[in-house]
C-alpha cells in the first residue's frame, strides 16, 4: 500500500467527461493503493466508494442499490489514498455540502493549493445523492449522462462519506473543490453526494502533498480530443 496520505489517481476527470471508461485497473490494484478512495466503474456504471479494504459499487438500478465489487472489476477512474487523519473534529455541524469547505479551511488554512482528503461520520438528517446509470454507447460522454441520473434523498441516515477536495488549478485533473460519496452504515445505500446536513458530525482529515498519477495507455484514451470542461465538471460533479 501506498505511503499515509499519499494521494494515488487513475486516469483524468476529463477523460471520463470525453467518455472513456471502457476499462482500467482492477479492484484488486485500487485496492493495493489505498483504504480511502472514490471513482466509477466500466462504462461508468455506478459510483465506487473504497471504505477501509472494501469497494462498494453505488448502483442507479433498482433505486440505489450497493454491490460489493469483485476484485476482476474495471475500474477507468478513481482517486484512492492510506488515508491517516492528522486532524479530528467531534459534534460538527454542516448545514450542506458548502459547509465543508468553510470547517476544513478553518483546521488547515494553510493548505489552500494542496489537497485534502477525510471523512465525515454521522447520522445524517438530510443526504442527496445520485448515481449515473452507465453509458447507452461506447464513448458516451459523462456530460450527456448527468442528464439522465438517478437522484435519491434520505432523511435521518446513517453513514461515512469519503472525500477530497482538489485545489482549483487541478480543475480536469479531478474535480476542483469537494468530490465526496456516500455509504449507508447498513451498506444498502449511496452515491455521489450533492448535499447534506447533519448537527453531530465526527470529521477526520489530512492534508495531502505528494500525488501520483496512473494514465491510461490504451487506444481508447489517447484518441480522445481531451480538454478542461469546466462548465460541464461543474454541472455533472456539482
Known sequence: MDKAN??????????????????????????????HGIGTFARMDGELILLDDT????????????????????????????????????????????SIEEVLTAIAPQARNLFLSYRIKARFSSMTVRMVRGQQYPGQPLSELGDNQCISHYEDIEGTVVGFRTPVAWQGFSVSGHHLHFISSDCTRGGHVLDLRTDDATIYMAVASNVRIELPTSEEFNVAKLKVDDAGIKKVEG
Open 55 to 98: 469497494v462498494y459499487q453505488l448502483q442507479a438500478d433498482g433505486g440505489g442499490g450497493v454491490r460489493e465489487a469483485s476484485m476482476e472489476d474495471q475500474i477507468p477512474y478513481a482517486v484512492a489514498t492510506n488515508f491517516s487523519p492528522t486532524h479530528t473534529l467531534v459534534h460538527q455541524s454542516l448545514q450542506s455540502k458548502l
Open 6 to 35: 499519499h494521494i494515488y489517481q487513475y486516469s483524468l476527470l476529463s477523460a471520463l467527461m470525453e467518455g472513456v471508461c471502457e476499462a482500467g485497473i482492477s479492484v484488486s490494484k485500487l485496492l493495493s493503493r489505498g483504504n
